[in-house]
């Protein structure tokens, strides 16, 4: 009976300490903290080194040669192998679930990643980069991560450069593959798989269906991922596409719904290995989508979300596609402008022009780095911040989207009881729809001359006409800056009338 119990006595000991299996070999699961004194048995007033570094977040079996030291300084050896192994795949959490079939419009515009909402492991945390492919790169992608995931559980390691040398050779993993043979364009019924490759090369696999109706018939409940349906945060993941590549953007000088590209011929570009982004969430938030096709403004609005500084229900007009888009020329009025000495990293920086004549905004990442979207084909990158006219930075505090506009819409001359910016109409067949980020009504059945708006910031305002749609987003910032005392209404006049605008007296 004493036997049995002194058995037992040592199980519970060595599951307490992380470590299991007989006393030869021990097995520990991928992250776990690694003593070394709980794998070996050493008795009271012993120590133990050796000269091999167990790495639990890298499986396979650590062939460990220790050192016991006793209390009189007697030395003595002992092996054993410490197999670290990952038993915990990584979760995805979906919008809709996968034993329902849901429909598609024929002819509608889906997203695949639309139905994902959260992709998570236990030890490793949120896993943000996604690729869609092909079935046949799909199962080829598949395929070489099995046979990678085997070879790494019969891995013997010996020494620490036999382990950095294995690092180095490793294949890619922390992130999500998702293939689908949908085609909107014929009804039937289809399938979207999605495979999740955590750190330990372990795959979660999920499938479900979803049917594409004919022209003309009825659907039911839609499938998340149809434009127009509540799509899941995954979107705001760094998305690979390498099915259907976005189309190549247009010039470098062509800007785009107020946000500047920037032109990156790779100088002053650092890697996202060199910034430190310990303590501040907006610049992790902003590091994560480097390498995405971002504008600069969708940047930073999604840093923001992402960091936590913006929560609660954000107004329609801030959705931008898969993005929250507060516009690059509101962003001033969301903080303070502070000094450069005063600039931490997570602060935001607004450039009066970026570099093509319009303004820019990114995230400080320190040591005279940011981070920038809308360079070359929209990308994220990290680069200097000496771009353009130059940095001036501002502070961003938490708050709540019902702050933002606020903010941005509570000095507007046409601000109504429902919280829509809506500019003078003088035309009675022309109808307004609201919104603030263009011109709310169709310029296609108007006269010449005939497009009118009144802008109006403080005691600042200005009523413009114009043959052209007019950008607001443009005009509101020349007013802020009128209000800032940045630029003279001289100033402002020649910058609207090099735009097309007429200010009407």
Known sequence: MRCKLSVFTIFVLLLMAGCSGNPIDVTMEYGTEIKLENCFDLKEGESITSDLSVDSKQIGIYDVKATITGKNQAKREEKKKIT???????????MQPTEVIYDIPYKASYNPVGNINAIKDEVDGEYKEIDI?????????????????????????????????????????????????????????????????????????????????????STGELAVGVEGTKMGKALSYKINDKVNPSAKSKSDKTLSNGAQRQQNNGAGTVSKGTIDAKGSPVLQAALNYVGSHMMCDELVTMALVDGGYLSGTPDPIFKDGNHYNIGVYQMSKLGNFISESEAVPGDLILYNDGGYGSMHVAVYAGNAQAVHGGFNGENVVIHSVNIGSGPRYF???????????????????????????????????????????????????WEEGNVICTFRINDVSVTLTSTTPIDENYVYAQLALVDEGQISVDEMAANLAAKGYTIME
């Open 84 to 94: 670290i192994e990952d038993t915990k795949k990584a979760k995805v959490e979906l």
């Open 133 to 217: 492919v092909s079935k046949d790169e799909y199962d080829k992608e598949i395929k070489a991560i099995n046979e990678f995931r085997s070879k790494q559980q019969k891995q013997i390691y010996t020494s620490n450069e036999q382990i950095m040398d294995n690092k180095e050779k490793r294949l890619r993993s922390g992130y999500t593959l998702v293939t689908s043979d949908v085609n909107t364009k014929k009804a039937g019924l289809y399938t979207v798989r999605i495979s999740v490759i955590d750190k330990g090369y372990n795959v979660t696999e999920m499938r479900y269906k979803v049917k594409v109706k004919d022209k003309g018939e």
């Open 395 to 445: 502070r961003v505090s938490p708050m709540t989207w019902d702050d933002v506009y606020k903010k941005i819409f509570s000095n507007a001359s046409n601000f109504d009881s429902e919280n829509t910016i809506r500019p003078n109409n003088p035309n009675p067949s022309a109808p307004s729809t609201g919104g603030s980020n263009n011109i709310p009504w169709d310029e296609s059945d």
